[in-house]
């Protein structure tokens, strides 16, 4: 795994000064400081000279000498918070963009930094909110960035629990980057669904992970048959560990229903209390609007794992479906309260309150779903 | 168990005697193909009215397409590309070429009754024809939808290519038993919607039906609330949450009745006035002209109507009635529910988002 360090070491500190590079590139109107006393002037040009001739640690210190005479001096904060990033003194560095932040919220790059700042020194709930915010906000606007952000947003989805959203996140980098052993342990880990980061793993594991990695990077580019074919190994050579068959069967969902069930159900004799088989099995029919055989998966899934925002999705809208819409509601109310933000279950809550004649909570319900889709808009081409 | 009535059931009976003999509904899945022929026994209006409505005629095998059994050679050039398309005894080619080459490729399944677009093979994919055959000029354009595509040489000047997935969901649609257990089954697929593709458990109910055993009579569609019926119907006329799920927006939604409907202000799931089986009976041809509607319209806007299903006194809530319309009171739909054209030009469809429509304004989206 010394390689795999290496690539890992390698790749995250060249990221980390292409995006502050980048970043400062981007931003030059950050460049001109405010017309202050004298003093502050000079001290201000000095950083700047101390920053163009690439001496970081003095141009830290007389950033800091020009923020305790301004405090408000916002391109104070970003460089400051910039160069302490650039140096690996990441909790520092945190703290400056924090106050940048509140001077300028919502400035994408420094949520961005300040996010990679909060991955480094562990503090992940934060940091995937921060990426996230940036993401959203357009930090992502070069390839470069978007790599960067999008790749520790993966990681920390999949830290967080949140393993299809972090398939999702992976799903980018199979479109134009060659797979490294990096790259195919952390898709390792969302695919089974294991709520580490890679250098959390146990490095005699790390083999399985990386394969089971491989497996899923040729299914994303269309690789369908080296893909199936990595699978089948899979399944022969480690029939017992929980979620291969799940996750080869999420991935066959899309294109092919049928084909996903059969593994979902080969995944439930390896792993019976699997939760989230279950509810990919209640799933299936839901969208064929068949309840009655969503039914049954969708109460097991619920009894197995009753804080599972999913379980409780497709028992509402398995109940609703076959007519016991006002229970359906209730676990429906009930998953909006866990997931808020989710489409599905908005979706869900807009059908059951229709169907149950609560004509104005449906249509509230719709236009928050037609809200929620508004930016990321398709024009609707085929029949 | 109920049992229907010996002598009304006994013709029928003696008829799908005859019928098992012929086809063997031992082996119900050979029988479902002749489902209709046998159905008419008993249903015999709307299997016979049925097949000749645009859903019927879905799909047409070589032989039975009567738009290009009529127009025998259409052309077309678009760009450097000429798109001919010529129909000799029954069988009809799709060619395309750039001056230098030709390829040439049989037309076997022709989809749509009117405007026609052909799913083609070409060493074993399928695509989409570039162009497709538009009533209204009459004559060849480019695909609706396929407006954009740029081919860059002969070959991709063919057509769209096509996933297997979309496949089963083109076949799934225009043609009955297409798709079976997730796969495509072309050697029981039958051309159009047929009895079987909305009312499953046909074949079944057939068998059972010579026996004097209705139990397993397919469910009464009729009796689904409006919303159910807009998601049944939805599964090929994209249901609301089909187009808000893959984030579909434009004016070329307005295909999409399910989900229009469902954005209008009156649309209510419980109240079956507003339900797509109100206004449009699936086994009669679609009526066009504007003053049928209004019966259907004055069941809910007039001051005779029936309250609003859902200020029913069981959620206590005051009965209300809709507002009844100060302008006119027949025709309404020409008002409420304007045609579109789509941005070819080729293609008219009646938006059914019902709204006080404003001068100039923009298509609701």
Known sequence: ?383 | MIRPRQHILSPLAGTLVCLAAIFGLSSWAEAQGKTESACVSCHRARSESQPRTPMGRALALPGANSVLKDIPKLTVRKGPYIYTIETHGGESTYSVSDGTRTITLPIHWNFGAGAQTWVLERDGHQYESAVSYYPSIPGLDFTTGDEDLKPKNLDEAVGRPIELRETKVCFGCHASNAVTNGKMTYETLRPGVTCEHCHAGTAAHLTDAVNGDFDSTPPDLRKKSAEDISNFCGQCHRSWETVVRNHWRGDLTVRFQPYRIANSRCFDGADPRISCIACHDPHQDIVRQDSTYDAQCLACHSSSAAPLASSSPSEDRPQTHAKSCPTAKSDCVSCHMPKIKLPNGHLTFTDHQIRIVKPGEPFPN
Request: glycine share 6%; aromatic share 8%.
């Open chain 1, 1 to 383: 795994m010394g390689t795999n360090r290496r690539w890992n070491s390698n790749w995250r500190a060249k990221s980390g000064i292409r995006l502050l590079i980048l970043i400062l590139a981007l931003f030059p109107a950050l460049c001109t400081a405010q017309a202050n006393p004298v003093s502050f002037s000079d001290i201000v040009s000095k950083a700047t000279a101390a920053r163009d001739a690439n001496d970081l640690s003095g141009a830290i210190d007389l950033y800091q000498q020009a923020l305790k005479l301004n405090s408000q001096w916002p391109d104070g904060w970003w460089f400051l918070g910039s160069l302490q990033y650039g140096t690996g003194d990441y909790a520092s560095a945190r703290d400056a963009l924090s106050h940048y932040l509140q001077i300028t919220p919502n400035a994408a790059p420094a949520l961005a930094m300040r996010g990679l700042c909060e991955f480094e020194i562990g503090d992940y709930s934060p940091s995937l909110k921060d990426i996230e915010r940036a993401l959203a906000q357009g930090a992502a606007n070069q390839s470069r960035n978007e790599k960067i952000l999008r790749y520790h947003e993966a990681l920390l989805l999949t830290r967080t629990g949140r393993f299809e959203d972090a398939l999702r996140s992976y799903a980018f980098f199979t479109h134009d980057e060659d797979s490294n052993p990096e790259l195919l342990l952390a898709l390792g880990l969302a695919g089974l669904r294991t709520p580490l980061l890679p250098k959390e793993l146990r490095i005699d594991q790390q083999e399985l992970y990386i394969s089971t990695g491989k497996a899923v990077f040729d299914f994303m580019r269309h690789d369908l048959d080296v893909a199936r074919l990595e699978f089948q190994q899979l399944f022969a050579r480690v029939p017992a560990v929980p979620n291969v068959h799940y996750l080869y069967g999420y991935l066959l969902y899309a294109g092919d229903p049928d084909a996903a069930v059969v593994e979902f159900k080969k995944e439930l004799e390896v792993t019976p209390s699997n939760a989230v088989a279950e509810v990919m099995l209640a799933w299936i029919p839901l969208m064929k609007n068949d309840g009655a055989t969503a039914l049954p998966y969708a109460r097991k899934a619920v009894a197995e794992d009753p804080a599972l925002a999913s379980a409780q999705l497709v028992l509402g809208r398995a109940l609703a479906e076959i007519g016991d819409t006002k229970d359906g509601i209730e676990h429906l109310e009930a998953t909006v309260q866990l997931q808020p933000d989710n489409l599905e279950v908005h979706l869900a809550l807009a059908k059951a309150y229709s169907k149950f004649g609560r004509k104005e909570d449906a249509r509230r319900e719709r236009l928050l779903c037609l809200e929620m889709t508004k930016n990321d808009t398709t024009p609707a081409t085929h029949p």
